[in-house]
């Protein structure tokens, strides 16, 4: 099974400043006949679904902030949040939907304002 | 717009039997993956089972092979999970969620959620 390791656990970012989580994978979750890396991040706010954000590790979803970046490739992914504002609290996590299941989640980072 | 409803959670014994639905209005159900993933209290996310949008193929996660069952009707517009012999640690709220892709379901990223039902295992 493909193991996404997150850091860090949890970041306090003082409002308008830069958030970034990284994304760390077991395997290669690129695809060379395609071109696209099979990773996914999504927010959770307290009491709430997850909401996608990014696919295809740097696609924003229609919608999304712009503020929200994803970036990397391989085993390597980033999530940053460039100026933090008080909806962005959360906990995020990246998801990796390459090759066959079981399709796998980070442990989750949690996102306060310090 | 999308809207996805999960029912039938609550709390059941050990060993017993639950049935899950989740109901989708809003996009063309029959053209679309669906998964269940789960979340234990104060947990992350958990995959826990997956259907292609026609019922060819379905996948586990290895913990509950054998004893879940997912499936779907598409003319009923809705997604199941049979919870059969469910143990403690299957305590969690379980989500239902959409493929991102139509007609792909080995590789999509889930762009709608519903807002869970939480399944409560205990004596």
């Known amino acids: 099974d493909i193991v996404l390791t997150q850091s860090p656990d949890s970041l306090a970012v003082s409002l308008g400043e830069r958030a970034t989580i990284n994304c760390k994978s077991s395997?290669?979750?690129?695809?060379?006949?395609?071109?696209?890396?099979?990773l996914a991040w999504y927010q959770q706010r307290p009491g709430q679904p997850p909401k996608l954000l990014i696919y295809?590790?740097?696609t924003r979803k229609s919608g999304v902030p712009d503020r929200f970046t994803g970036s990397g490739s391989g085993t390597d992914f980033t999530l940053t949040i460039s100026s933090l504002q008080a909806e962005d609290v959360a906990v995020y996590y990246c998801h990796q939907y390459y090759n066959a299941p079981p399709w796998t989640f980070g442990q989750g980072t949690k996102v306060e304002i310090k | 717009q999308v809207q996805l409803v999960e029912s039938g959670g609550g709390v059941v014994q050990p060993g017993r039997s639950l049935r899950l639905s989740c109901s989708a209005s809003?996009?063309?159900?029959?053209?679309?993956?669906m998964h269940w993933v789960r979340q234990a209290p104060g947990k992350g996310l958990e995959w826990v089972a997956g259907m292609s949008y026609d019922g060819s193929d379905e996948y586990y996660v290895e913990s509950v092979k054998g004893r879940f069952i997912i499936s779907r009707d598409n003319s009923k517009n809705t997604l199941y999970l049979q919870m059969n012999r469910l143990r403690a640690e299957d305590t969690a709220v379980y989500f239902c969620?959409?493929?991102?892709?139509?007609?792909?379901?080995?590789?999509?990223?889930?762009?709608?959620w519903g807002l869970g039902t939480l399944v409560t295992v205990s004596s």
């Open positions: 969620a959409k493929d991102l892709d139509s007609y792909s379901f080995d590789g999509s990223a889930y762009d709608y």
């Open positions: 295809w590790a740097s």
């Open positions: 395997q290669n979750i690129f695809y060379s006949s395609n071109n696209k890396n099979y």
């Open positions: 809003g996009f063309t159900f029959s053209i679309y993956g």
